[in-house]
């Protein structure tokens, strides 16, 4: 059986209330640090070197067919979570329409208006109007060069693979009619759910999970700006934790920074309800050398004194798998088992019931590995 003391998981003293330092500060870091120039994105250089996000304006003007429409074509952009979909088509309006944006731009979250009301009324409303602002008036906008005017408004569809089927039939009516007034850009993390008659219409960008090397250089700067007392083992965890997400990233560094006046990776750890790697450590061996009850008695009490769900801990196991000395055969069925129980707890199942289900799974895996007599 594995002893563990299972030390306070209390937060350390709390900060002071002078951690206050600017005037931003009640803004969330999603916000505080969004890149507001195209510059200022850390990774996706495919993505970059293609649109030119350097100077935009110059792209254009370097492509004829780009001028002769007057713009951009339709985007999709589409990858997981926190890669800078959303900051790299907000840093493009900036840069194209600078003072006007706020009136050329509409931004929709489709998934919260997802459904073919929205696209009847506000998208229809919004793109059968041509822009209000002269082609001059645009051009002039910039103060530092005269780039290509800008006589069509955008639409920016995020999180567009929650619209309904319907929905989106009834938007790629609306970009057919509407494309002398508007371009669309949409915004999704799986483009398979959007509908190949809207794919075909667009220019696809695919926006990749970024480096720990890039998230960690920009998370540096952050913790500079902000004066974060954090130590390197907590900065591991927050990358280990992100998976290449910056929003995560920031969102643990912030709650992090309003809970602990010194971060470690067990702050880290107790702010995201995470498992911590040495608990799901000794989970594992105690479902490999525990017997039923013992096991099941550990686990329940590790999920109950670090508030960690039992769909954390299969996430946690199954990233381990791999490095079981079982047979083929035996890892295969362990993984299989995982499957169906982060399926039957996602549909609502009762987590004593599937922790029973897990332990099960682990000793028919360990008879699969044992040899036959």
Known sequence: MIVDDFDSVRPNNSKDKDYVKSSDNNLMWVEKYRPEKLSDLVSQTQ????????????????????ISQGGLPHLLFYGPPGTGKTSTILA???????????????????????????VREQIKNFASTSSGFGSSMLSSSSSQKSGPSFGF??????????????????????????????????????????IP???SRCTRFRFQPLLKDQVLARMEDIIVSESVDITA?????????????????????QACYLSYAHIDA???????????PEDIQKILDSLGNDEFKTCYDYILKI?????????????????????????????????????????RLSNGATENVQLTALISAFKLGINLAAPSA
Not at 47 to 66: A, G, H, R, S
Not at 176 to 188: H, L, Q
Not at 233 to 253: E, H, P, T
Not at 266 to 275: K, M, R
């Open 92 to 118: 493009i309006a900036k840069q194209m329409y600078g003072i006007h944006s706020k009136n050329m731009v509409m931004e929709l979250n489709a998934s919260d208006d997802r459904g073919i009301d929205v």
């Open 153 to 194: 408004k955008l639409i920016v569809l995020d999180e567009a693979d929650s619209m309904t089927q319907q929905a989106q039939a009834a938007l790629r009516r609306v970009i057919e009619k509407y494309t002398k007034n508007v371009r669309f850009c949409i915004v999704c993390n799986y483009s398979s759910k959007i």
């Open 233 to 253: 083992d907590a900065k591991q965890a927050i990358l280990d934790l992100s998976g290449g997400d910056m929003r995560r990233v920031l969102n643990i560094l």
């Open 197 to 199: 008659a809207i794919q």
């Open 266 to 276: 067990q702050a880290v750890y107790n702010c995201t309800g995470q498992p911590r």
């Open 303 to 343: 999920k109950h004194l670090r508030g960690i769900a039992l769909s954390d801990i299969i996430t946690c196991l199954s990233d381990l798998i791999h490095l079981i000395e079982y047979p083929d055969a035996a890892k295969a069925y362990i993984a299989s088992s995982l499957a169906d129980i982060e399926y």
């Open 47 to 66: 993505v970059i070197d293609t649109l030119m996000l350097i100077d935009f304006c110059d792209f254009i003007l370097k492509v004829k067919n780009y």
